[in-house]
């Protein structure tokens, strides 16, 4: 997978879309990520004053290709990511390259999450809002990469804890701090959780539990 450009090398498949960095900068909010955090936030600002709304806010990342813009390359540049799992057979450069990629944008995220919690707390929303994060799957980037045969060994398409394996936590009013929900759950329980939080009736033919 090393080329003498890097570890980069797109003629090879495990690279695309994974190692290989977009050729140019972007423009204020041509990321995608980035319109979709300031979209949000536009219309927290619009919502109507004293009164309840509703926002989901779907990125699109971090999700193949995993275009990292250049302000964010520098910032992982110096540091030593976690390999992959069971993976002798991928080279530890290109490991690093792929977990740095999707690291960098998980940081975006997270710095964009901060302007849209700013906006709401700009409202004077902060305490009366509950927020919830959370991911539709996780990603192998990697792991396990000498049984590869089995599966393929970038995406969601495995049984391993690093492809299920998904964050979801919220905060806010009625909800307590610190609490860890160890049983099985669903992000489709969401749709429960958030009609029992605002005091609303869960209908009877819903499959979700609060």
């Not at 695309?16 to 050729?23: D, N």
């Not at 900068?25 to 990520?33: C, G, L, N, T, V």
């Not at 990342?61 to 993976?87: E, T, Y």
């Not at 690093?96 to 964009?112: G, K, S």
């Amino acid at each position: 997978m090393q080329t003498s450009s890097g570890v980069c090398d797109p003629t090879r498949v495990e690279a695309e879309g994974y190692l290989c960095r977009p050729l140019r900068d972007f423009e204020e909010d041509e990321f995608i990520d980035d319109w979709i955090a300031h979209s949000s936030i536009e219309l927290i600002q619009q919502a109507p004053k004293n009164k309840p709304y509703f926002l989901q806010v779907n990125y699109a990342g971090p999700h193949p290709p995993l275009q990292v813009p250049d302000d964010m390359i520098s910032k992982g540049a110096s540091r030593i990511w976690p390999l992959a799992q069971n993976s002798t057979k991928l080279e530890e450069r290109a490991q690093q390259r792929l977990r740095e990629n999707y690291a960098l944008l998980i940081e975006r995220i997270d710095r964009l999450n901060q302007e849209i919690l700013d906006a709401i707390a700009a409202r004077g929303d902060a305490k009366n809002t509950v927020v919830c994060i959370l991911a539709d799957h996780g990603e192998m980037l990697g792991d396990r990469w000498d049984i590869s045969p089995v599966f393929v060994p970038f995406q969601k398409n495995a049984p391993w804890q690093a492809s299920i394996g998904v964050p979801l936590a919220c905060a806010g009013p009625g909800i307590q701090k610190g609490q860890v929900v160890e049983d099985p759950v669903s992000t489709l329980d969401l749709a429960s959780t958030v009609l029992e939080l605002q005091g609303s009736e869960v209908p009877d033919t819903y499959d979700s539990v609060s």
